[in-house]
């Protein structure tokens, strides 16, 4: 799961690369379309076989949830609210995830984690408010409410995810859940698709969704699904609060943001909260 967090904290700058030549809906059908043949052709070589027919209703239910309709209302809200805003409320996905595998039995999730999450969180809100990135009101509500709305949609994808893997693979079931929402996400993305200049995409660009492609989306929600396989959603969703400490130590070193003592001090406490939660 560590090697994940660099991978997808990497991924925020690597991704606002390629939307200086890409509209984000684009980018998004690429990468999920080219993911999904991929993760095809790689479980077609491990012959695994099919699950049962009890199961598809299920799985084609999670890839529309935790892929296309996430996808569409994460790209969209990140539009209409602030980068700040954004982050703090995806960082509400571990909460989330504990809250929904208590109420359903699906895992018992100890004290010290909730108390973990909770330091996470407000580790997270230092981090953003230090760059003054936290913005509240009318101007970004719908952006805000499209944003909590795939924070949802991500924790039911995890939580309803672990019944399903006690009889498949973390492989086989990324690759048929991605099966079943890529087409709506590509079907969303058709107007963009059509006005997308190609021919003045660089290969930086391009380089850009080669890694989201593979490593974020691929290889990523792969070892996402193992951990909660593992060791249950909570304590694999607390992991996910170490992705802003990376992403802005890469956008520093790529982008040249800002970084200072309160986003130091808020990290401090992301990771503390994290090192509990594990424990």
């Given at each position: ?277 594990r424990s």
């Amino acid at each position: 799961m560590l090697a994940l967090v660099v991978i997808w904290g990497v991924n925020f700058p690597i991704v606002k690369i390629a939307f200086r030549e890409m509209t984000p809906m684009v980018f998004n059908a690429l990468r999920f379309g080219s993911a999904t043949v991929l993760l095809l052709a790689v479980s077609w070589r491990t012959r695994e076989p099919l699950p049962p027919r009890a199961a598809w209703p299920g799985l084609v239910g999670l890839g529309i949830i935790g892929h296309a309709i996430y996808q569409i209302s994460f790209i969209n809200g990140l539009a209409l609210t602030t980068a700040g805003n954004s982050a703090l409320i995806l960082s509400m996905v571990p909460l989330f995830i504990a809250a929904l595998t208590s109420l359903l039995r699906i895992d018992r999730v100890a004290p010290r984690t909730w108390i973990g999450i909770v330091f996470a969180f407000v580790g997270l809100l230092l981090l953003i408010t230090g760059r003054g990135g936290l913005h509240l009101g009318m101007a970004t509500l719908a952006g805000d409410i499209l944003t909590l709305f795939c924070s949802l949609c991500w924790a039911m994808y995890t939580v309803f995810s672990r019944p399903l893997l006690k009889t498949m693979s973390p492989l086989q079931l990324t690759t048929l859940t991605m099966a079943a929402g890529a087409p709506a996400l590509l079907v969303a993305s058709i107007p963009q698709l059509l006005q997308q200049p190609w021919a003045a995409i660089s290969w930086q660009a391009w380089a850009a969704l080669a890694y989201s492609t593979v490593l974020a989306v691929a290889v990523g929600y792969v070892v996402w699904y193992a951990s909660v396989q593992a060791v249950g959603g909570p304590r694999t969703a607390i992991y996910s609060n170490l992705i802003p400490i990376v992403a802005l130590l890469a956008s520093w070193l790529l982008l040249g943001e800002s970084l200072g003592p309160v986003q130091a001090a808020g990290a401090a406490v992301v990771l503390a909260g994290v090192s509990l939660a594990r424990s």
